[in-house]
């Protein structure tokens, strides 16, 4: 809480931070009701009850199938639920020696800063179904 009071030393908008912290509680959140249930009741897609990702358990993420999955859904949530961030492409990135950890590349264009891309990396792990963000590139820059 401080630290949002004190700002950013960094020069970066605040919003980049916000939007970082955001992303990260909304990945952390696991749908209340899985999908095939709202199929019905399309109002309900951008709505709490289908506020986060599904549960990916089970999954270990690391094969481009199951990546690409999880990068679509990462990029579906980031898409309904982050009214500050258009353009929103989720991917993922492999690194090559990393052991029960997955790696996303998220990017997308703040809606108040159209022309100034931002991105995310989002690192799973998928033991604890757990993601960290952390912000680089443009979008203030850090």
Known sequence: ???????DASGAPPQCDSVARDLEDLLNTRCALPQ?????????????????LSDFCGTSGNGEDEGSGIGAAI?????RHEPRL??????????????????FAISATLRDM?????????????????????????????
Not at 75 to 79: G, H, S, V
Request: charged residues 20%; proline residues 8%; positive net charge.
């Open 75 to 79: 990029r579906t949530a980031i898409t």
């Open 114 to 142: 159209p022309d100034d891309p931002i991105c995310f990396d989002a690192l799973l792990q998928p033991s604890s179904l757990q993601y960290s963000i952390e912000r680089h590139g443009s979008g203030g820059g850090k």
């Open 1 to 7: 809480m401080l630290a949002r009071l004190l700002g």
């Open 36 to 52: 095939q249930s709202l199929r019905a009741y399309p109002e309900c897609m951008r709505s709490i009850v289908n506020y986060g």
């Open 86 to 103: 258009n353009n929103v492409r989720a991917a993922l990135v492999p690194r090559p020696g990393t052991v029960n950890k997955v790696s």
